[in-house]
């Protein structure tokens, strides 16, 4: 199957959800032209498609290798990953003075949507880079931007976060990585860490590790967590690369997806010889960490569209083609019958309001860069909606996909089962979805008392039309009141459906809104007009029936002891 490009769409959304041409009013933006616009667009489909595209196959089946020197990227992705760094796509918005063009950071999510929907495993690489460089932005010294910020810019060199360790999962305070000062302002690094998404491979010269460890009489917890950059080679005072500086992968997990995404343990100072340098002040980790998270939970949203996109076009495609059963007598192709329709209509507006939720978090973070206050408080309530949402919308898509295949989707040589594979764990890391909803109920709904909820609410409920989805607003509106006042447990059991709830609304808004802004009747004002419909009709009711689990205390979980769930 060929990957065809979302450009008009991606377009589309940009103009109406993002509102890019109001970013490119300010002078930061005003390179963001409607022409410079359309042509990276139009160019980075036509890249993915010829370049990336056609690897997406071997990725999985090849996948990336462990070997003695290392890890090595299947046949044909070294000369690909090149080709991006080339053509400079890795440049969209990193900023100008390291190289970049400086452009909003809503036009890197489409680029970075058609990279991942041509090859999802292969597009994790510049994703990451683009966190350790919002770090180094962030909390690094003008002499770490600018020995680093140049190669990681254009993608000469790719960039890692270094959180995860046996003990510390989700409880990031239970990291033991050590750190030891050298006596030169550097310091020493020992330690283990596991699930390094490229933590190792040979597509670039050097490797960027942001590693988040523990300086002697650190207090315990997250309050002692600092960062500190280490790179697999040293890197000269010149920018020259230097000897390897005692980073070893271990292995690399042997995954059920993503396998051209080498997933690494990583073993640092094993002879005492890895150096790091501190990023921020010691003890200033965790909030260097939460940059590069929200930056990642915003991208590993995005994955989940990019799930969605190449799903859906290989299920439209398979059912256009597929001849089985018949219509008024006559043989047809699947797409014919209700049941195959409603699975590829259910996937078309779903993969559009994960993208429209997703974009609309991204011109949040544009604006929040320009010095808005109320956009960041928006765009920190968005965040676990557009991570949990958008990838639990990758999966239902890619199951959806499978379905609509029949028994060959359960065969892999359709491919209909490697978007599944590939976006399960998108729910999963960078903060489960679970947390994801914990956080929303937690920090997210306590900013201003709720006035940050409620003014979301407030711009929903005065732009929406649909009856069922003022309902819907309604219904969240009522619920985020109670939990305000509500007990932990009782916020916590109720936390998922009303992230689902809320994120439905969400997305029922901007979809509504498109639906007002699409002109014309040719196929794609007819194909959105159809999916705003069917979302609105079928997908905000299943939503408002979350209620009752949102409104639900956690009594009953706790009814029974825990060795009752093994009867």
Aim: hydrophobic content about 45%.
């Amino acid at each position: 199957m060929s990957f065809t490009p979302p450009v008009s769409e991606q377009r589309f959304v940009l103009d109406h959800i993002a509102r890019i041409g109001d970013l490119a009013e300010n002078a930061r933006f005003a390179d963001a032209t409607p022409d410079l616009i359309d042509a990276v667009l139009e160019g980075i489909g036509a890249f993915a498609a010829g370049e990336w595209a056609p690897l997406d196959r071997r990725g999985d089946e090849v996948g990336a290798k462990w070997t003695e020197d290392g890890v090595v990227m299947p046949e044909g992705f070294r000369e690909a990953y090149q080709a991006y760094v080339d053509n400079g796509w890795g440049t969209i918005s990193s900023p100008t003075e390291f190289g970049g063009q400086g452009l909003p950071v809503s036009l890197t999510a489409a680029v970075l949507e058609t990279l991942g929907a041509a090859n999802l495993g292969f597009a994790l690489a510049p994703i990451l880079t683009v966190g350790a460089i919002e770090a180094l932005m962030h909390h690094g010294s003008p002499e770490q931007q600018a020995k680093y910020l140049p190669k990681l810019a254009t993608g000469e060199w790719t960039g890692t976060m270094n959180l995860t360790e046996p003990q510390a999962g989700s409880d990031v305070g239970a990291v033991k990585t050590k750190a030891e000062p050298r006596g030169d302002g550097k310091w020493s690094i020992s330690g283990t860490k596991i699930y390094i998404s490229f933590g190792d491979h040979d597509l670039t010269d050097n490797i960027v590790h942001l590693v988040l460890a523990r300086t002697p009489d650190a207090p315990p917890g997250t309050k002692g967590l600092s960062l500190f950059l280490v790179p697999k080679f040293r890197v000269n005072e010149d920018g020259s690369i230097g000897e390897a500086n005692d980073v070893k992968v271990v292995s690399i997990e042997h995954k059920m997806g993503l396998h051209a995404s080498p997933t690494c343990v990583l073993s640092f100072g094993d002879e005492g010889e890895c150096v790091g340098e501190l990023i921020g002040p010691e003890f200033g980790g965790i909030a260097a960490m939460f940059t590069m998270m929200n930056n990642a939970r915003l991208n590993v949203g995005l994955e989940g569209v990019q799930a969605a996109e190449r799903a859906t076009q290989r299920a439209v495609d398979y059912a256009r083609d597929r001849m089985q059963g018949a219509r008024n007598k006559e043989a047809v192709a699947i797409v014919e019958h209700p049941d195959v329709r409603r699975m590829l209509m259910r996937m078309k507006a779903q993969t559009m309001a994960a993208r429209a939720l997703v974009y609309y978090a991204f011109g949040q973070l544009d604006r929040a860069g320009l010095g808005d206050g109320d956009a960041k408080k928006r765009l920190d309530l968005l965040t676990p909606l557009a991570k949990a949402h958008g990838t639990d919308i990758g999966s239902e898509v890619s199951d959806l996909g499978i379905q609509v295949h029949g028994g060959m989707g359960f065969v892999e040589e359709t491919g209909a089962a490697q978007h599944y594979r590939d976006s399960r764990v998108f729910r999963i890391y960078e903060g489960t979805n679970g947390i994801q909803a914990a956080d929303l109920v937690g920090r997210k709904l306590s900013m201003d008392g709720g006035a940050t909820l409620f003014a979301l609410i407030d711009d929903m409920r005065g732009e929406t039309q649909d009856e069922g989805l003022l309902a819907l607003i309604d219904a969240c509106e009522e619920i985020g009141r109670k939990l305000l006042d509500a007990d932990a447990d009782d916020r916590l059991a109720a936390s998922y459906p009303f992230l689902t709830m809320l994120s439905v609304a969400v997305c029922g808004w901007l979809l509504e809104r498109q639906d007002r802004a699409v002109e014309g009747d040719g196929a794609f004002a007819a194909m959105k007009r159809a999916a705003v419909a069917f979302y609105l009709g079928q997908i905000v009711p299943e939503a408002l029936g979350l209620k009752a689990a949102a409104s639900a205390r956690a009594q009953v979980l706790y009814s029974i002891g825990a060795e009752a769930f093994a009867a």
